[in-house]
């Protein structure tokens, strides 16, 4: 079955501060997004759609993106407006039963074996994503700082990308969707009334979103490279 993929490329990087915006950040010799890129072209898809911000220097001039497959949009404020300006490019090209991968430019770590899991419940009518239990033991804090609970992890996942849904149910369940609550395609997608299912990924698919994490993804890729 034939496929597409988005990748939000958009975002500044808050939370880890610098210069250059994590996405292009060195990683092994390599661009972070490169990285990434990289593993998802692996998968075969039609076309793969980066999203970047409005002028970004660094996309222009970033080597290794030259895949004939890989296409430009633009992107937006949220990470949602910049999901919908990928998939606004794929307009006219996807049909609306084409499977269509979501996936950030700054999971770097994700590998060909859980795309093709993910892939493979494609078959899914609510769209699927990858998720690990979550392990860590749930504290809910007051704005003192004080613990009022430890909440139970049992049915707790944690979210991943990519995530999978066909092109038509995505469109329409992110054109009805808004709201900071709506911070992955997933929530768009129950918000719409869908039952997204989990596919189980693997705990070194990490986001980088602190500084700490760009070490973290090294170490995880020359392990998966020694593996
Ligand atoms: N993203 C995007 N458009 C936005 C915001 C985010 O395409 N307006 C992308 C980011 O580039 C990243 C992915 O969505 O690949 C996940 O977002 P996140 O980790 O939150 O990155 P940033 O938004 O850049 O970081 P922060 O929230 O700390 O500012
Ligand atoms: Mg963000």
Not at 130 to 158: F, M, N, Y
Request: glycine share 10%; charged share 20%.
């Amino acid at each position: 079955m034939r496929h597409w993929i988005v990748v939000p490329a958009a975002g500044s990087g808050r939370r880890f501060g610098g210069g250059v915006p994590k996405q292009y950040l060195e990683l092994g010799g390599r661009p972070v997004i490169i990285h990434a890129l990289e593993r998802l072209l692996c998968s075969n898809p039609v076309a793969l759609v980066v999203v970047v911000a409005p002028g970004d220097e660094y996309w222009q001039r970033l080597a290794g993106r030259d895949d004939p497959r890989i296409l430009t949009a633009v992107g937006g404020a949220e990470r949602i407006d910049s999901v919908r300006a990928g998939l606004a490019l794929l307009a006219g090209r996807a049909a609306p039963e084409d499977p269509v991968l979501v996936h950030d430019a700054v999971r770097p770590c994700v590998t060909p074996d859980d795309i093709r899991a993910l892939l493979a419940a494609a078959d899914h009518p609510g769209g699927a994503v990858l998720a690990v239990p979550v392990a860590d033991t749930l504290k809910r804090v007051d704005t003192t700082g004080r613990v009022t609970a430890t909440e139970s992890r049992a049915g707790l996942w944690a979210a991943q990308t990519p995530q999978l849904c066909r092109y038509g149910a995505l469109v329409a369940a992110l054109a009805g969707a808004g709201g900071a609550a709506i911070t992955d395609e997933a929530a768009a997608l129950e918000a719409a009334g869908h039952h997204p299912r989990v596919v189980p990924g693997r705990r070194d698919n990490i986001k980088i979103t602190w500084p700490a994490d760009l070490a973290l993804a090294a170490a995880i890729l020359a392990a998966q490279e020694r593996a």
